[in-house]
C-alpha cells in the first residue's frame, strides 16, 4: 500500500480504527490516526486494510457503507455528529446521536417538508419515521409501532415527544383531540 492511503488498522480495542499510511517499509508500518491524530506505530502490517468510505462527511445511509464494521459505523457516526447530523440512516432504521443542545430542526417548517415523504427521500430525520408509520396507519388502516431504543440518556424519551408532536401535527382528524391526549 501506498504512503497517504486510508486504511483500517488494529490497535487492539476490538475493532479496527481509521488511519492514513505515513510511513512504509517492510512489514512495518507508520499509521496517523484519523480519530485523534496520533502516529501508531505497526510492526506488521498483514491486518492493516483499505479504507474505501473515506468521505469527510460521511455516509447518511451506512447500507452503503463499503467498510462494515463497527470502528466504519462509529467512524460514520462521528463524521456526522461533527458536522452536526445527528440522523443517519441504516436502511429503515434512524440512528440519532444525542447532541446535548437543541437544533432548529423540529418546527412546523420541518414537519411539512416531511409529511408524506417516503424514508430516503429527504435527509435522515425523526420526522420520517413518523412519516412513514402516519402514511402506513392511514392507507393500510393497521396499528404503527415504533420501536425506540437505547441506553439511558441516548435520547428516547425525547425522541418520543417528538415523534408525538410531529403526529399531532399532521393529523387530520375531523375531532383533533390527538394533540390533547
Ligand atoms: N434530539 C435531541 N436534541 C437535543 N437534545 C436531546 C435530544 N435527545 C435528547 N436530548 C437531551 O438529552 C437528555 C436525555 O435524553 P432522554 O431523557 O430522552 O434520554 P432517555 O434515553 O429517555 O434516557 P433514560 O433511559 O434514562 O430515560 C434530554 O433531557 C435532552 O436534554
Ligand atoms: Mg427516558
Do not use: C
Not at 446521536?97 to 417538508?113: A, L, S
Amino acid at each position: 500500500m501506498e504512503l497517504g492511503q486510508m486504511v483500517w488498522f488494529d490497535i487492539g480495542i476490538g475493532y479496527p480504527i481509521p488511519g492514513e499510511i505515513v510511513h512504509s517499509s517492510g512489514k512495518s508500518m507508520q499509521i496517523r490516526s484519523s480519530v485523534d491524530g496520533k502516529i501508531h506505530k505497526i510492526r506488521d502490517s498483514s491486518g492493516v486494510k483499505v479504507r474505501h468510505d473515506a468521505v469527510e462527511d460521511g455516509i447518511d445511509d451506512m447500507i452503503q457503507l463499503r467498510d462494515l464494521h463497527e470502528g466504519s459505523l462509529l467512524m460514520n457516526l462521528k463524521q456526522r455528529y461533527e458536522k452536526s447530523q445527528i440522523y443517519t440512516y441504516t436502511g429503515s432504521i434512524l440512528v440519532a446521536v444525542n447532541p446535548y443542545k437543541m437544533f432548529d430542526i423540529y418546527g412546523i417548517e420541518m414537519v411539512k417538508q416531511y409529511e408524506g415523504q417516503l424514508i430516503g427521500h429527504l435527509p435522515p430525520h425523526l420526522f420520517a419515521i413518523g412519516s412513514g408509520a402516519y402514511a402506513r396507519m392511514s392507507k393500510n388502516n393497521e396499528n404503527q409501532v415504533v420501536v425506540i431504543s437505547g441506553e439511558s440518556g441516548a435520547g428516547k424519551t425525547e425522541s418520543t415527544k417528538l415523534i408525538m408532536q410531529y403526529l399531532a401535527a399532521v393529523n387530520k382528524s375531523a375531532n383533533n383531540t390527538v394533540t390533547e391526549q
